[in-house]
């Protein structure tokens, strides 16, 4: 039988962590009960949502973890576009584009 992940060790300053990298994904749930949460968050977007482990692994995980992960970028891009620190420019069709600001300005009181 096949490993469904990679146990590593992790050194975050003076302790060690040991933590299960998804081998298809490379994406480490070290915190306890972050499975859980993210596999309950998944069936509350999508109620009708059963698969396999295979299924849930390979899609409901990574499907999660980027809606989690697309939302802190989103709100991170809009602090530092507020901050003064990017600028955000309006593409055709309502898709926005972030760089550098050339010309940092102070942060709006």
Same mark, same amino acid.
């Given at each position: 039988?096949?490993?469904?992940?990679?146990?590593?060790?992790?050194?975050?300053?003076s302790?060690?962590?040991?933590?299960?990298?998804?081998?298809?994904?490379d994406?480490?749930?070290?915190?306890?009960? #972050?499975? =859980? !949460? /993210?596999?309950m968050?998944?069936?509350r977007?999508?109620?009708? +949502?059963?698969?396999? $482990?295979?299924?849930?692994?390979?899609?409901?995980?990574?499907?999660?973890?980027? #809606?989690? =992960? !697309? /939302?802190?970028?989103?709100?991170?891009?809009?602090?530092?576009? +507020?901050?003064?620190? $990017?600028?955000?420019?309006?593409?055709?069709?309502?898709?926005?584009?972030?760089?550098?600001?050339?010309a940092?300005?102070?942060?709006?009181?």
């Amino acid at each position: 039988m096949a490993a469904i992940g990679t146990r590593i060790a992790l050194a975050t300053g003076s302790r060690l962590r040991m933590t299960v990298m998804a081998e298809s994904h490379d994406v480490p749930f070290a915190n306890p009960g #972050e499975v =859980e !949460r /993210a596999v309950m968050s998944y069936l509350r977007t999508h109620p009708d +949502a059963a698969d396999t $482990l295979d299924g849930i692994v390979d899609w409901w995980l990574p499907q999660q973890r980027y #809606e989690t =992960e !697309r /939302a802190r970028i989103e709100s991170a891009l809009r602090a530092l576009v +507020a901050s003064g620190l $990017l600028r955000r420019s309006g593409l055709p069709g309502g898709t926005e584009l972030y760089a550098l600001n050339d010309a940092p300005t102070s942060p709006p009181h």
